[in-house]
């Protein structure tokens, strides 16, 4: 049993204090389940049901007396419009979904941010939830908010067959993906130039005497990582440089995976004297692996890492721009929502070089 004084704790630790205390006024019914209708703000303000409605859906016809006691019965109730009616009768709900790959990482949240804004100019609230870079659980997240009947979604996609929502988007439901292309159906896309963008970063590398350059990816059924793969093997193509396989390694970004493939790569009789970095969350580690070696060697990373600025040397980055990601993406939702979008479209956003001075250190060795 849990002591119910202010020093009670439970078994877990955490304090426990009644909450009876906070009260200023009885609560009548049942705490949870049990919402006010227009009914009971009708009853309360002596009104009809038909003055509620008015007043909550800001219609005309209502006296300013009238509707101030109206008001204070909603208030006082804490009485909130059911929107369900209204989906109904408009067809539409006012919310979209957005399914990430992983809500946690930090490059989807400028991402993020930007499709809610869009989203808030067009009255309309953002639903999201993450796949982890699982197709099943994708399919199921995009499914679900389908059910709920959004009006849109935008899809960071983690499989490569999508064709699971083709009748939703016959039914009518905006789509819209972002950061990687659908599988296996025509749909609007908007990209980063992942290819251009690998091949400028190494291509900056070599322009400062590096021939050894190790590559350090995600996993190869990854759009992003076989569209950085490509161009970082045409950079190497177009100075004439032979990439040894020992100079490459994809698979999951999880740190053990990373720093070991990281330091395969600076061993050995000819170690690497460069590194790019597939993604941000590779780039964190390998800089950690870095700052162990005795020799300088240089970095690019494809993504921009927090405070990357701020080491020594500052982290040389190929930026792309996530909030234009989510803002293009939302905007063309939105305008098929609106009807003035009927082809889909590929739309690729440029990348940006930023030169810091970890990816303008020359070789040793």
């Known amino acids: 049993m849990v002591d119910a004084s202010p020093r009670g704790r439970d078994r877990t630790g955490q304090r426990i204090v009644p909450e009876t205390a906070r009260r200023t006024a009885p609560v009548s019914g049942t705490r949870y389940g049990n919402r006010p209708t227009m009914k009971d703000v009708a009853a309360r303000a002596g009104v009809g049901l038909k003055t509620v409605s008015r007043v909550v859906n800001g219609e005309p016809g209502v006296t300013p007396e009238t509707e101030r006691r109206v008001q204070e019965a909603i208030d006082a109730l804490g009485f909130r419009r059911n929107d369900s009616a209204r989906v109904l009768r408009k067809g539409r709900t006012a919310s979209i979904g957005l399914v990430l790959e992983d809500l946690a990482d930090p490059f989807y949240g400028p991402l993020s941010r930007a499709v809610e804004e869009v989203a808030r100019a067009h009255g309309a609230l953002l639903i999201n939830g993450s796949s982890a870079e699982d197709p099943d659980r994708e399919q199921e997240l995009a499914l679900a908010l389908c059910a709920r009947r959004v009006d849109g979604l935008v899809i960071i996609p983690a499989g490569g ?15 819209v993906f972002v950061d990687r292309p659908a599988g296996r159906i025509d749909a609007d896309v908007v990209l980063s130039d992942n290819y251009g963008g690998a091949r400028d970063g190494v291509a900056h590398l070599i322009a400062h005497g590096h021939r050894r350059i190790g590559f350090v990816g995600d996993m190869p059924r990854i ?55 597939g993604n941000n969350r590779v780039t964190v580690t390998v800089v950690r692996v870095l700052a162990e070696q005795a020799r300088p060697v240089a970095l690019v990373g494809f993504d921009d890492i927090e405070l990357a600025d701020l080491l020594q040397p500052g982290v040389t980055v190929v930026a792309q721009d996530a909030a234009a990601l989510g803002r293009t993406a939302a905007d063309r939702l939105f305008r ?21 001075g970890s990816g303008e250190l020359p070789p040793t060795g």
């Open 161 to 175: 067959d999508h064709r699971y929502l083709e009748p939703e988007i016959r039914a009518g439901v905006a789509t």
């Open 223 to 277: 759009h992003t990582a076989a569209e950085r793969l490509r161009g970082y093997r045409a950079a190497m193509e177009d100075a004439g440089i032979t990439v040894a396989d020992s100079w490459m390694s994809l698979g999951v970004t999880d740190p053990q995976r990373v720093r070991r493939a990281t330091e395969e790569m600076l061993s050995g009789p000819d170690p690497v004297t460069a590194i790019f970095a």
């Open 336 to 356: 098929q929502l609106d009807g003035t979008l009927l082809t889909p479209e590929r739309i690729e956003l440029p990348t940006r070089l930023i030169t810091r």
